[in-house]
């Protein structure tokens, strides 16, 4: 299984498996802050998608926030949906140890 490391203060820093990940785009990164941070809860879709497109309309926040979503679950690699967690139209961060 693979391992998630994750340092927030200072400067953002994410390895897998000691690998250190590179985020494809400052929106992904940011989405990824936020669910780490707020693991305790699950957000819906809508909220994820204005909190970080408030300037889009819904269609667009909405495909917006689907791809980085699949750029993230791509990024963490094959344990991605094991850490992304997605029902019932919200989305939040699980911690496995």
């Known amino acids: 299984m693979a391992r998630?490391?994750?340092r927030l203060l200072g400067q953002l820093e994410v390895r897998r498996d000691g690998q250190l990940l590179d985020f494809p785009t400052q929106k992904v990164?940011?989405?990824f802050v936020y669910l780490v941070i707020h693991r305790d809860h699950a957000y819906p879709r809508i909220v994820l998608a204005y909190l970080l497109w408030p300037e889009a309309d819904e269609?667009?926040?909405r495909a917006n926030l689907r791809k980085a979503?699949?750029?993230l679950r791509?990024?963490?690699g094959s344990n991605g949906t094991r850490w992304l967690i997605s029902s019932g139209g919200a989305v939040r961060f699980r911690v496995i140890h």
């Open 59 to 61: 269609e667009h926040a």
């Open 74 to 76: 791509k990024l963490l």
């Open 69 to 71: 979503l699949s750029l």
């Open 29 to 31: 990164k940011e989405l």
């Open 4 to 6: 998630l490391e994750i």
